[in-house]
């Protein structure tokens, strides 16, 4: 479980570099575009804290939230191509709302995968400041920072399945390892 994560992390390196790069530009003028679409890791759970639900989803909930993962993230393409980080954001409150909703009703945590949309909805309401700031000039770098962010979804459910089973025995594996974001659903 921990090596999937720390390979994915890796592999973001590259990319974390080249939209901090694309973003210095702007952030030298004063708007904070990639720097605040990230939050600190300073307020993550204590790691002795138990999960909240410690059940296992089984493989159809799984399923059933890939295919509504894969429809979001059509929609999420669709509306950043568009520029339309609006509707973006509205699309993102909704997924989050259905994985908190499929959370309470499997009694399983599903972290990862919300993790990632607050992320992406935090950054979709950022593009809405960074473009009325920049007159229009970081429509491109938010959209493009988006579409990279959609592409760890089918990751975020792997790593969910596997943690899992540490929540079972009450370990809260990314549960305590991951800041709130706060998106502004």
Known sequence: MSDLLIRTEYVCLPFALAFDRRGRRFNEAGIPIIQ?????????????????????????????????????????????????????????????ANVAGRETRCGAHFAMVRHLLESIGLAAVNA?????????????????????????????????????HAHAVGVGILVNDLPAIPFPA
């Open 128 to 164: 809405l400041r960074y473009e009325e700031l920049s007159r229009g000039d970081t429509r491109t770098l938010s959209r493009d920072l988006l579409l990279f962010e959609t592409r760890g979804l089918g990751t975020s459910v792997a790593l969910d399945r596997r943690a899992q």
């Open 36 to 96: 605040d679409d990230f939050v600190s890791m300073d307020e993550i759970g204590d790691s002795h804290d138990p999960p909240t639900f410690t059940n296992r989803a089984g493989r159809s909930e799984f399923e059933a939230l890939s295919a509504e993962l894969g429809e979001y993230t059509r929609c999420l393409r669709d509306s950043a191509k568009r520029f339309d980080f609006e509707q973006a954001a509205r699309d993102t409150a909704r997924m989050l």
